[in-house]
Each structure stands twice: as C-alpha cells, then as structure tokens.
Nanobody, 126 residues
Framework: QAQLVESGGGLAQAGGSLRLSCTGS????????MGWFRQAPGKEREFVAA????????IYEDSVKGRFTVSRDDAETALYLQMNGLKPEDTAVYYC???????????????????WGRGTQVTVSE
C-alpha cells in the first residue's frame, strides 16, 4: 500500500474555502475507494466523504453536503477535498484514507479503510 500524505490544511475564516490534497508515495492509486475523515479535539474521528475510484461515485456526511466536494485528478495520483462555506465546527485534523477492498455501497466506517495518512490541520475562525 502506498503511503498517503495530506496537504492544504491551514487557517480559514468562517465562510471561506480550503482545498485539501492527498497524494501517495507509489504514484497512481490502486485503491477501490478513497475517503476523507476528520477528528475534532475531544471527539472521535468521523467520516466526511468518499469516492469510488473507478466509478466516480461520491458519498458525504450530512453536515458537509453542498459545501464539500471530493474528487480526484485524471492521472489518478491525487485525491482532493474542496471545502467551501467553512464553519468553525469544521475545525479538525483531516485524514485521507484508502481501501483496496471491493464492496458496494461505498463504506463510511473506518474499519473498511486500510491505508491512512497522518492528517492535516484545518482551523476555521469566527
């Protein structure tokens, strides 16, 4: 499994935007599905969004629907999370994850994903 590395985190004001990227050390991803998770201080890690790598099908956690968009590049070497309309409650460490397990529908549970990045901090101020 490739090592995943997130980037693009930082500080944003409420209503602002950030774009997170996830790349792998092995170049082109060989995953069946890729996802984004986040963990806020004092809370458990939670699902944010996922993308079926070949199908392009996406799923989102309810609180980010209409604000966040998960996508990949055409070369299949990067996963993105475009975050618009940021809110203070979006403050968290964001993790990229991948899975080579074939299943349907796309999974939201952490246990499905078997490769993880170390995370990137996103902080949204009032």
């Amino acid at each position: 499994q490739a090592q995943l590395v997130e980037s693009g985190g930082g500080l944003a004001q409420a209503g602002g935007s950030l774009r997170l990227s996830c790349t792998g050390s092995g170049g082109k991803f060989g995953s069946y599905a890729m996802g984004w998770f986040r963990q806020a201080p004092g809370k458990e890690r939670e699902f944010v969004a996922a993308l079926g790598w070949a199908s392009g099908i996406t799923i989102y956690e309810d609180s980010v629907k209409g604000r966040f968009t998960v996508s990949r590049d055409d070369a299949e070497t990067a996963l993105y999370l475009q975050m618009n309309g940021l809110k203070p409650e979006d403050t968290a460490v964001y993790y990229c994850a991948g899975s080579d397990r074939i299943t349907w529908p796309l999974q939201k549970g952490e246990s499905y994903y078997n490769t993880w990045g170390r995370g990137t901090q996103v902080t949204v101020s009032e």
